[in-house]
């Protein structure tokens, strides 16, 4: 008996992209996943990284559909209407990943599998397991940093997981619609953290899958001293605020 493949949505949130999102769209299209589509989010690029998506939505090689918003108010912002998109249209798993090629897309099928036949709620592309790194040009400090930061989170929120700050994840549209994804509040890296902790505060499992993180080669990093401090902060006002829905 033939079943249906699952319908997997890959949210993409963009702001001057324009040079990445093609590769990115080939790069998704090799992996040959069945029922695989994309959802670009773009927050109106000055570079024209929106035309480029409607361009690969009507002649790409997988299916992609492009989400134009008016405002650039935050990536958290952005994936919380690309996935509320994603689930609307049916979506039964939504993968998050960014648009600088960082997230290695060979890693998807490996994340998907975990998803399936595990009792995970969301699969993190981690890169702190064992088999995962960081980018290897990375300079020293911004590697302290980001262990800093994953223990930091950990040791107020303890989520139990390797990289609590990673931005590659595939979700079961259950999880997302069990911790209510249209009413996080968070921001930048914060999102991220925050999204873990409301599937932990539900009691659902969060796994991690190995990957190695590559620094972006073409265009300008989004990180600013308002997404630092905000993603420190957060951590305290989910662990002392009012719990979640």
């Not at 699952?6 to 996943?33: G, M, Q």
């Not at 000055?46 to 299916?63: H, K, R, S, Y």
């Not at 689930?87 to 060979?106: F, K, R």
Request: hydrophobic share 45%; proline share 5%; glycine share 6%.
């Amino acid at each position: 008996m033939n079943s249906v493949a699952p319908k997997i949505t890959v949210v993409v949130p963009t702001y001057n992209e324009r040079d990445n999102l093609p590769k990115i769209v080939d790069l998704l299209a090799a992996l040959r996943l069945p029922n695989l589509h994309v959802l670009v989010v773009d927050d109106n690029s000055p570079d024209g990284t929106g035309d480029v998506a409607d361009a690969l939505a009507a002649e790409g090689p997988i299916p992609v559909a492009v989400l134009h918003r008016t405002v650039k108010d935050g990536l958290g912002r952005a994936y919380v209407a690309g996935m509320s998109r994603a689930l609307a249209e049916g979506a039964d798993i939504v993968i998050q990943m960014d648009a600088d090629l960082s997230h290695p897309t060979t890693a998807i099928p490996a994340m998907v599998e975990k998803l399936t036949t595990t009792d995970a709620a969301v699969v993190l592309g981690s890169r702190y397991v064992e088999g995962g790194a960081v980018a290897s040009d990375w300079p020293w400090h911004r590697k302290a940093l980001s262990a800093w930061a994953n223990f930091y989170v950990n040791a107020i929120l303890r989520l139990g997981v390797k990289d609590a700050t990673a931005g590659f994840k595939a979700w079961h549209a259950q999880t997302l619609r069990a911790i209510d994804v249209e009413s996080v509040q968070c921001n930048g890296y914060a999102f991220q953290v925050e999204m873990n902790y409301r599937t932990v505060q539900h009691g659902m499992t969060i796994a991690e899958v190995p990957i190695k993180f590559e620094e972006r080669s073409i265009g300008v990093s989004k990180m600013s001293l308002g997404v630092q401090l905000e993603s420190a902060l957060v951590p305290w006002k989910l662990r002392f605020g009012k719990r979640t829905n």
